[in-house]
């Protein structure tokens, strides 16, 4: 807009601000009206702020016609996503030809036929289903293309406009019966493993799970990962999420939802930055630090943790690091504590590394500049208090990467019958002990035998 | 809280009743004291010693602007030299200190075993660049006679106007001072350039900038060696969008918000992308800024008044001052540097040769020139840089990210950058057709349509990081 070229001062020379305050306010009070329950969220995540106006009128109720409209609005969403599937494989096939496509699945097959690979008689999934239409095999190729980071996985968002205001409480999705799960023995050699530096090998896949703090430091963990142990790592950390809010976003669920599109051998979690606030439960007021509080938000660490062993996969959960924001002064012990004690109850999967030793002088409080060896004092938080400069995020990334190791390379020989025979799962098994794990891998992904799956 | 919060909007709002009151009552006065209350009201929500600072720098600006003519007439240079000095000091105390200590810490530490330089923990204020250069802006006016000293009132609210307050647009004294100073009853002659802009703003800032980073920009970003070489293209052209769209939205926005105050604030941006040279893009681009560097770095440098080979030298100077001013490190220096050469070589050329690009290939080679500039805005270090340029040799892996989705919102955006001032311009004669609920109606389906479309999440200003 160019306004410095208008003289429109000289040539209208009354204000017709009444009229536009009128226009601005009433557009304000009906966008505060249809989107009442997503805004009392927002405030809670971010201001933490209970404003307890019982529900809210929904878009819904309000707007006459509103379910066409969301019918609409949905088959947009499909339609825009088939063509951005169909346009992904295009550029896939452009750019790279026929290794754009999966191997050895024949995804294009009229007939459904089963991978030929070799893949251990209990993670042996089962055989896919054809390719009945272009969105699936669009979804498939999806599946199969090498995506690192970013995924969407809006699925187990929450649905802003059913909620209310009760936005701590535990969402539905998370109340469903779970399938029971069977600890594996926690025998002293499994034990010992298990507290040895995981061992990682090609191939492998890494979830990193967390907040902006996860978000900083992700690039630097993803890059070292795949520099040096050549393993692919999917990035879902989102910034200010946590587990006090699961209306806001529901990070036990959508842990879950990545493990059903995609197998992980590692977890990492990130995140408690945006956490040590007041719950509402059912209406009621949760204090931070209470009893009820501890014990909710340790159901929520537990969900993570076992969704993680339930897939036989490793899970590093780191501490929450010491805050300099005045608001958050001193909060982040419990929050560590209760990762801890989640992470205890799963020694042979998961483990808890605190980060405030490699964060502070002392060990336990913020500290803003740190004496590192090779470059003296340098600043690792930012002006904000919580977040980490580039230096910070590399030391945190160094943390990260000192709880993996190379594993060694078990021949293939070696590894089938044992793989064949013996169907129980020990997670904390050498190689050489290898066995292959009791939970199937999700029939979506039939093309990706992961024999490193056994050896954690 | 910024300018595209719930609660901003919520509080704004009850402000303009209370604002546009008081004009009636009361006049002017009444609203510029309301303003400037206001204002740092408002920059006390970030830190009240950002607020504290503010009125510290302001009062020694002003005040020293004062000194600078003698009750007798006669102007004096010291209080304008000792008043840029000390804004600079202050700009480079809170913004470079820490860059300095680092660096000369790693340039000493070879020589000096165990030499440090003291650790200041200090916070970097958000706007403080801006108001730092509006503050020399004003000074150097009224000290060469162009703009007479303002009344301390007048004056801390220039400096302080909370649309302008976080990342500008620059305003010289005679376009905001001069319309604070103004006695004239203030209006809102144009409503619907308002409401236009904010539909605007919420298009590029919500909607689409936040589209681009997180399909685009921040994957690739963060993970150059996972990509293939034309996924970092157009990671790279996604965030040259992103970036025009952030700060052009957040200036769409703030303009809009200066509107409805009664103020019309100076153009920023002139569709930046549609340049067919270097030289065009610093005049679409940031374009306060960009005269800022002109006036006060580059004419005093010595400017074109000497020989050619002493201009290309102050330009560079300016050009790296100006990437400089971006932040406190060493990519954004050699980003300023490498339009500084980029310019000394277009100047060559116009030097050597009548010959000039079509306006396409111009425009072509103009924006790759830019995006390749944006990565070393972007990246963090050097390590980021050359870990991306690494990756543009990388042809076998499966590309992941949708690049001809991509290559289509590219023509798209381009297209509409071509016609981006006439569609403005026909809508706003279609909105002022319309009543003022029709407005409202329209400003409300907008916020809701871009609300459904745009990325979860309340979306930051890269600028006010600067």
Known sequence: MQLDEKPFLAIEPESQHPSALAAISLACVLLVAIKGNALLQYWQQTHHIFLEFGHLPSASQLIPGSQTLANWQQDINRWTDERAARMLIAGQLLLTGNKALPEPAPLMAAQPKCPDVVIPKATAPTCPAPATNDKQTAEQLQTAAPVVANISIAASENNDETKGADATADPASINEPAAPFVMPDATPEALAIANAPIALQTGDRILLVGDSLMQGVAPHVITALKRNYKVESMDISRHSTGLTYPAFFDWPATVKAAFELENYQVVIVFLGANDPWDMTLQGKYVRYGSERWKEVYSARVKQIIQTAAEHNARLVWLGAPPMGREDLLGKEPLLNEIYANESAKYPLFARFVATAPSLSTDGSSFTKFLELPERGSVMVRTDDGVHFTTQGQKLLAKLMLAQFTHAAQPSIEQQSPQQSEQPVAEPGATPAESKPTATPAPVEQPQQPSPAISQR | ?466
């Open chain 2, 1 to 466: 809280m910024h300018y595209l919060s719930p609660e901003f909007a919520l509080i704004f709002v009850g402000f303009l009743w209370l604002y546009w009151w008081a004009g009636s009552a009361y006049g002017v006065r009444a609203q510029n004291h309301l303003l400037l209350g206001a204002s740092y009201l408002f920059y006390c929500s970030f830190d009240w010693r950002f607020a504290l600072l503010l009125l510290n720098f302001s009062l020694v600006i002003l005040l020293l602007a004062q000194a600078i003519r003698t009750p007798d007439g006669v102007r004096r240079r010291w209080p304008m030299i000792a008043g840029v000095a000390i804004a600079l000091l202050n700009l480079g105390i809170f913004k470079y200190y820490n860059f300095f200590r680092e660096e000369a810490m790693a340039l000493l530490s070879p020589v000096f075993t165990g030499a440090s330089l003291p650790v200041l923990e200090l916070v970097l204020p958000v706007g403080i660049s801006f108001y730092t250069f509006q503050g020399i802006a004003y000074l150097v006016s009224v000290g060469r006679g162009e703009y007479k000293a303002a009344n301390l009132s007048d004056g801390l609210l220039h400096l302080s106007f909370f649309p302008t307050l976080l990342a500008g647009p620059i305003c010289r004294p005679n376009e905001l001072l001069a319309q604070i100073e103004s006695p004239a009853q203030r209006a809102i002659v144009a409503p619907e350039w308002a409401i236009l802009l904010m539909i605007s703003a919420l298009i590029k800032k919500v909607w689409l900038a936040a589209w681009l980073a997180e399909e685009w920009a921040n994957p690739v970003f963060s993970n150059p060696e996972s990509y293939h070489a034309v996924e970092l293209a157009g990671g790279l052209m996604a965030y040259a969008w992103q970036l025009f769209f952030d700060f052009s939205g957040y200036t769409d926005v703030v303009t809009a918000l200066a509107l409805l105050l009664g103020f019309n604030l100076p153009v920023n941006f002139r569709q930046p992308y549609l340049a067919t040279n270097l030289s065009d893009f610093w005049k679409r681009w940031h374009i306060t800024l960009s005269r800022w560097i002109r006036d006060y770095v580059y004419i005093p440098l010595g400017g074109n008044r000497g020989n050619w080979a002493r201009t290309q030298i102050n330009l560079v100077i300016a050009m790296t001052l100006s990437g400089f001013w971006h932040g406190a490190s060493i990519t954004f220096v050699v980003w300023g540097l490498w339009h500084g050469i980029g310019l000394v070589f277009q100047n060559l050329w116009h030097k050597v040769s009548e010959w000039r690009f079509p306006a396409v290939v111009g425009q072509i080679i103009t924006f790759i020139f830019v995006c390749l500039g944006w990565l070393l805005f972007r990246a963090e270090d050097w390590d980021s840089v050359s870990a991306f340029v690494k990756g543009f040799g990388e042809w076998d892996i499966v590309p992941s990210l949708n690049w001809l989705g991509l290559l289509l919102a590219m023509v798209v955006f381009f297209t509409l950058a071509r016609h981006a001032q006439t569609i403005m311009d026909k809508s706003a004669v279609a909105l002022r057709k319309l009543p003022w609920w029709g407005q409202s109606f329209c400003l409300l389906i907008c916020a809701l349509a871009i609300m459904e479309l745009a990325p979860a999440g309340m979306p930051g200003f890269i600028y006010f990081g600067f």
